[in-house]
């Protein structure tokens, strides 16, 4: 009976010793398999970065061409701009740029500013007199002019009738538009944020914004023979402010007519003439 106690507790001891043994090897083994997988995505991820870096070597480099390109065409773009203008038209830009304000002047950075700077300054002393300049302001986008006429002098409070004393300006205007037979132009009414009195005969900003862009349409084609086909009226109300509308003063710069004049090249060089 002892022997055969023995026999088991030694065969249980060996079997037991056995199973240990093999489990070891197991872990052994799946530790080694662990440290090669870490060692092989430590070697990719060190190829993966090498190809990132040389990729955005690459990037940094197709953006530095890119500009240079862009440089490129700029400077051709404003050489294209000095042979489209003739020698005359060159003389007149030096002529007019000579009597533009110095501080405005110097915030012309290529030819374009200078060109469009010009045009603005010749345009506004043709189409305003000393007691209008303030209430015209004249900018340009390429060749796109775009006059802003404050409400103080076209229209008053709420109205959409015309003020009897923007006719002089209205008449110069359609001298302009009336000069070149390809120019379109496009009458943009804004008002500011204010809304009208319940019950008024205008419904709201955006109806009174196109009835006066509307009326300045009409007037331009039945008073000053301008080409209806030429004209195009249209109303913001009060959804693109120049400033916001927190006080009188702001409201003021929001009330505004723009009028926006697409010339053709040549007729948007002739506006260079100083000779007003």
């Known amino acids: 009976m002892k022997k055969i106690l023995l026999l088991t507790v030694l065969s249980a001891t060996m079997l037991t010793s056995c199973v240990s043994k093999k489990k070891y090897v197991e872990l052994e083994t799946e530790l080694s398999n662990t440290q090669s997988n870490l060692q092989r995505t430590a070697m990719e991820k060190e190829e993966a970065q090498r190809k990132l870096d040389a990729i955005e070597v690459r990037v940094a480099d197709y953006n530095a061409k890119i500009n240079s390109l862009k440089d490129e065409n ?3 773009m404003e050489m294209n701009d000095i042979t489209a203008m003739s020698n005359n038209t060159k003389a007149k830009m030096r002529n007019t740029l000579a009597k533009v304000d110095p501080s405005e002047l110097s915030k012309a950075k290529t030819l374009e500013d ?22 015209v302001q004249i900018t340009i986008d390429k060749t796109v002019v775009m006059i802003n006429v404050s409400d103080k002098l076209l229209f008053k409070s709420g109205s959409y009738r015309i003020n009897p004393k923007a006719n002089n ?15 379109e132009v496009m009458v943009e009414g804004h008002t500011d944020s204010q809304t009208l009195v319940p019950g008024s005969y205008i419904q709201d900003n955006w109806d009174l914004s196109v009835r006066r862009a509307t009326t300045i349409v009409r007037l331009l084609q039945d008073k000053y023979n301008v080409a209806p086909e030429k004209l195009i009226a249209a109303g913001r109300s009060s959804y693109v402010p120049l400033v916001e509308n927190s006080s009188k003063e702001n409201m003021a710069k929001n009330r ?21």
């Open 114 to 135: 200078s060109i469009n700077l010009a045009v603005s300054y010749n345009l506004k002393k043709s189409i305003t007199d000393e007691t209008e300049s303030d209430d």
């Open 169 to 183: 300006l209205m008449q110069k205007l359609a001298e302009v538009i009336n000069s070149e037979p390809s120019m």
């Open 74 to 76: 700029n400077e051709k």
């Open 256 to 276: 505004r007519t723009r009028i926006v004049i697409i010339p053709n090249l040549d007729k948007f060089f002739s506006m260079l003439d100083s000779e007003q």
